[in-house]
């Protein structure tokens, strides 16, 4: 049984009352996610099988979809490839006990907006929802890019003009976030809360923010002419190609 850890405080949606389809057979999960999503103000649906997901998605009409991949009949690689062939473009969050490399590249090629592995916590789920809701409808992108920086999410290489760029965890996720917003100011707030997954920003969690951006500058902007990573006094940050 996957233990899914609720958030401690209740936010409300990007969207408001935003539709969410969780397609889960394990009855207990479903119901935790439902239950947990409902609490943070979702307008959640619950499906047991692909066939029952896919009739559902005929009808009714939804912001983001949670699929689990082991359903039994039809699963849930065959549920997302029948989406996209079929030119459904509602973002889709693969849950999966399935954590190898070849995994990845299978979900995100078949569609798949983003990836999270079991067992997760509940504050996550919650976290990537409102990411896929904020980013609107499926890219099939498994690669990001600005300029001669390049990151490939399955992988997880980061290069800028060939060069290979080691990143931490954490600086890996705050360069996808940043480059997922290109050209668009992210606050600290958004940073904490979407990055750090922190319900509140406080002074110490500032600080951390900005010693990862400054880390991140000195690995990819040293040394370049083109200055990439903006720091926008009093709001907070923005990608983009700039001279300087």
């Known amino acids: 049984m996957n233990i899914l850890v609720k958030s401690q405080e209740k936010t409300k949606p990007e969207s408001e009352a935003a539709r969410v389809l969780v397609v889960e057979d394990e009855h207990k999960v479903a119901s935790a996610l439902k239950e947990g999503l409902e609490g943070e103000g979702y307008d959640v649906t619950v499906e047991h099988t692909g066939e029952a997901a896919l009739v559902r998605l005929k009808t009714d009409p939804f912001d983001v979809v949670l699929l689990d991949l082991l359903l039994p009949g039809r699963d849930g690689l065959q549920v997302l490839t ?23 590249v299978t979900g995100l090629n078949s569609g798949a907006d983003d990836y999270l592995v079991k067992p997760f916590a509940f504050v996550e789920v919650v976290a990537r929802i409102r990411a896929l809701l904020r980013r609107g409808g499926s890219t099939g992108a498994t690669r990001l890019g600005i300029g001669d920086l390049e990151m490939d999410l399955v992988t997880r290489k980061v290069t ?41 920003r406080t002074t110490s969690l500032d600080n951390v923010v900005d010693v990862h951006i400054a880390r991140l500058r000195r690995k990819i902007d040293a040394d370049c002419p083109i200055k990439l990573i903006q720091t926008v006094r009093g709001v907070g940050f923005m990608l983009r190609e700039d001279e300087g």
């Open 82 to 104: 029948t989406l996209r062939e079929q030119g459904f473009q509602t973002p889709v969050l693969v849950l999966t006990a399935r954590d190898t490399l070849d995994d990845r």
């Open 160 to 200: 800028r003009g060939g060069r290979k760029i080691e990143l931490t965890l954490r600086e890996f996720e705050l360069l996808e976030y940043l480059l997922r917003y290109e050209s668009q100011v992210v606050s600290r707030d958004t940073l904490a809360r979407d990055v750090w997954h922190e319900a509140a």
